[in-house]
C-alpha cells in the first residue's frame, strides 16, 4: 500500500483529525485521566482517542488467580487473559471514558475492532513463540469511522480486534493508534499524538528537560548512529516515521498533561518528513 | 410523549426494524446463544439486539467477594456492582455477541447507552428503596441509531445506560427494548420481539403447549379478570401494551429458538391493538 498515499480522489483541503493514543500509566491515575479527558473534550477538530488498560486487567486476572505468562518478556494472552481484557478494556475503561466525555459535552462512542467491524486482523503467527489471541491488523474499515467522525462523534478506541471468524484479538494500543492514522490519512490532515508520562523522546530517559523538539529522517540517523536514543524509544520512532512516509502529517510523542501545547506543536517530540 | 406517535412527517411506507431482547437463559447456554445468533445474523431487515448478562456477572462478582444485595427481593446496584456489570455485560457479552455476528455475515456494532449519547437515563429516585446505580430512561438518540442501521449495521445493546454527568446506570434490557422500539416508531415499522426460554405467554406457565397466540386489549382483560396469566407476565404484558398503544406495531413474546417463527407471526404470544 506504501506509495499510495494520496489517491486522485484526493481533496487539496481536508478536515484535520487527531488521533490519540493514551498510555497505561495514565489510566491508572485518577487525577491525571480526568484532566486528560477534559482536554481531549475541548478539542474541537474532529478526534479518536486509542486507549489499553493500565494496572486493572493485571490486578483483575490476581484477584481471580489467572497467572499472567509472559515469554521472553512478551505477554501472552491466553483464553481466560483475552476474557479479562476484554471485560477491562472494552467494557470497564471504554465505557467509563465515553460517559465521562459525554459529561463534558464531548459526543462519543467506545468501539473495539470488531464493532462495525472497525479494526480486522489475523491472530499472529509466529515461527517460535505462541502469543495466544493477539491479533496483527489487517484493515481499518474507514468508511464506518467517516460517516461517526461527519456526524461529530469522537470514537474512543478499546485495543481489542477481531479476525471475522468470531475470534476477538488483543492488540497493542499503539499499532491500532498508527494504523487507524495511516488508514484516515488517505481522508483527513491526521496528527497522530503518542501521550504518555514523559515529554517526549528524551537525550537522557530520566531528564525531561532534554527533549528533543523536532526529529526528521537524517537527525533521526544521527542521534542513532550517536547511541543518543534509548533503546525503548526505537520502536515507537520507526512506527512513527512508517506512519508519516505513509501519508499522517504529523507525530507527535510527548506528556498527557500537555495535550494542547503537543496539538500546537508547543511541546513534546514532533516527527517530520523532511 | 403520548399521542405524538405519528408526526406530520411520517413516511407512509416505512422500513422495518426488529429489535429483539434475548433473556438472560439462552446467553447462559452456549449452543442456544450461538443458534440464536446465527438466526438473528440471517436476518434481513435492519435489527437491533438488546441484552443483559446471565449467570457470568454473579459468578464474576462471587469470585471478586462482591456480595449482592437485595432488597425486597429487588438487586441494588453498589459500586461495585456496578463495575462488575459494566465489565460483564458491555465487555465481555457485548464484544463476544458482535464478534460472532461478524462471523456470521452480519456487521453490528455494540454499544451501551453512554456510547453516542444513545440512551440518556437519570439515577432512580425512588421514595424507599435505593437501589443504586440504577437507571431511568429519559431519551433516546434516535438519529445515531438510524444512521447506523441506514448503513446495514445492526446494533448490538447493553444494558447500560448514562447520566450525561459521567455515570453510568444499570439498566433493566427489556425497558431498553421497549424505549427504543417506541423512539424508533416514528421512523420504522417496529416489531418488538422479546425471546426467552418459554414459548410464549402461557396458560400453564410449566407447560409449552398452552401458549396463547394473539393477546388485544380486550383479551387481556378477560385473561387477568379470570387469573389466566400468571403474575410474573404482567409487568412484562402492560409494556408490551404500553409500546404497542405508542406506536409500536407488533410485540410479539417466545422462545429465543424459534426466532424466525416469531417474526413471522408463527410461534409465540402476539400482542395486538385491536
Known sequence: MCGQRRPFYQKYSMDKLLIIKIGGNIIDDEAKL??????????????????GGGKLATSLAEKLGVEQKL??????????????????????????????????????????G??????????????VIDYGFVGDIDAINTNLLKSLLDQN?????ASLTHDQ?????????????????????????????????????????????????????????????????????IPKLDNAFAAINYGVKKVTIGKAEELEKLINGEAGTNILNE
Open 165 to 233: 471468524k468470531g475470534q476477538l484479538l488483543n492488540t497493542n494500543a499503539d499499532t491500532i493508534a498508527q494504523e487507524v492514522a495511516k488508514a484516515l490519512s488517505l481522508l483527513y490532515d491526521v496528527q497522530l499524538i503518542y501521550s504518555f508520562e514523559k515529554a517526549g523522546v528524551l537525550l537522557d530517559a530520566n531528564d525531561d528537560s532534554t527533549v528533543i523538539p523536532t526529529i526528521n529522517p537524517s537527525r533521526y540517523e544521527q542521534l542513532k548512529s550517536k547511541q543518543k536514543i534509548f533503546a525503548g524509544m
Open 114 to 127: 470488531a464493532d462495525g467491524d472497525a479494526i480486522l486482523a489475523h491472530k499472529r503467527n509466529h515461527p
Open 34 to 51: 480526568s484532566s486528560f479527558l477534559k482536554d481531549f473534550a475541548s478539542i474541537n477538530e474532529k478526534k479518536i482517542l486509542v486507549h
Open 153 to 157: 462523534i469522537s470514537i474512543v478506541f
Open 71 to 112: 515469554v521472553d518478556g512478551r505477554r501472552i494472552t491466553d483464553r481466560e487473559t483475552l476474557k479479562i481484557v476484554t471485560m477491562v478494556y472494552a467494557g470497564y475503561i471504554n465505557k467509563n471514558i465515553v460517559a465521562r466525555l459525554q459529561s463534558y459535552d464531548c459526543n462519543a462512542i467506545g468501539l473495539c
